[in-house]
């Protein structure tokens, strides 16, 4: 058998590797020797270790949505707590994953304080975000753990899947903001921040959360 070391494997932007017949010990380890200041996210599924390198242009999708649900949870005064890319994980269900981002909404006063998360005794998020297509390895971890909403970007529209009866299945609104069109809004908001940038889309997107959430009073 050949033993590769981790620093001898290159994933380039936009590109994700599978490794199989990873268990447990070495999951942890790889998570260890891959450290926490890294670009790359991992999904582990029942002994397959994903590892996916993000394009830019992700990271700017993902940090603008992050953002955006941010201001809709500031504007409607809803407590949260965001988790970011934190590692989550279960070894009696041989699952792990690091979303884009992540919130806890619901949960939010039981993660107060925390710095990490144990799966065992605490709850998965309330929503995670993904931007490209997530592989059935994310997948399968996301509803293992019992993420109940995914937040997913795909080929520039915003995708929302609600997890039931431990399945992903598609809905056209957020249950953690019902009355608030997002899919369609996040996803047009995301245009123009291609031609207005960052600053000023956040600013004309807080203004119409303002807006629209007067209107619905």
Same mark, same amino acid.
């Given at each position: 058998?050949?033993?590769?070391?981790?620093?001898?494997?290159?994933?380039?932007?936009?590109?994700?590797?599978?490794?199989?017949?990873?268990?447990?010990?070495?999951?942890?380890?790889?998570?260890?020797?891959?450290?926490?200041?890294?670009?790359?996210?991992?999904?582990?599924?029942?002994?397959?270790?994903?590892?996916?390198?993000?394009?830019?242009?992700?990271?700017?999708?993902?940090?603008?949505?992050?953002?955006?649900?941010?201001?809709?949870?500031?504007?409607?005064?809803?407590?949260?707590?965001?988790?970011?890319?934190?590692?989550?994980?279960?070894?009696?269900?041989a699952k792990g994953i690091e979303p884009d981002d992540c919130f806890y909404i619901e949960n939010s006063a039981r993660t107060?304080?925390?710095?990490?998360?144990?799966?065992?005794?605490?709850?998965?998020?309330?929503?995670?975000?993904?931007?490209?297509?997530?592989?059935?390895?994310?997948?399968?971890?996301?509803?293992?753990?019992?993420?109940?909403?995914?937040?997913?970007? !795909?080929?520039?529209?915003?995708?929302?899947?609600?997890? !039931?009866?431990?399945?992903?299945?598609?809905a056209n609104f957020s249950p953690h903001f019902p009355n608030f069109p997002i899919v369609d809004r996040l996803s047009q908001?995301?245009?123009?921040?291609?031609?207005?940038?960052?600053?000023?889309?956040?600013?004309?997107?807080?203004?119409?959360?303002?807006?629209?959430?007067?209107?619905?009073?």
């Open positions: 058998m050949v033993a590769i070391q981790l620093q001898q494997l290159l994933v380039h932007p936009g590109q994700r590797i599978q490794l199989q017949g990873v268990n447990w010990s070495e999951f942890e380890a790889i998570l260890d020797e891959l450290g926490d200041k890294r670009a790359s996210r991992i999904a582990y599924s029942d002994g397959i270790l994903e590892i996916r390198m993000p394009l830019p242009k992700h990271e700017k999708a993902k940090v603008l949505i992050g953002d955006m649900v941010k201001i809709i949870l500031e504007e409607l005064d809803i407590d949260n707590e965001c988790f970011g890319s934190s590692t989550f994980k279960r070894q009696d269900m107060i304080g925390k710095d990490r998360i144990d799966l065992t005794v605490d709850p998965p998020p309330d929503l995670a975000i993904e931007v490209d297509v997530t592989s059935k390895t994310g997948l399968d971890a996301y509803q293992s753990l019992g993420v109940r909403e995914l937040c997913r970007f !795909e080929d520039g529209r915003l995708r929302i899947s609600l997890l !039931e009866n431990g399945q992903y299945r598609d908001f995301l245009d123009r921040s291609k031609t207005e940038g960052r600053s000023q889309t956040l600013k004309a997107f807080r203004q119409w959360v303002r807006e629209f959430a007067k209107g619905r009073q």
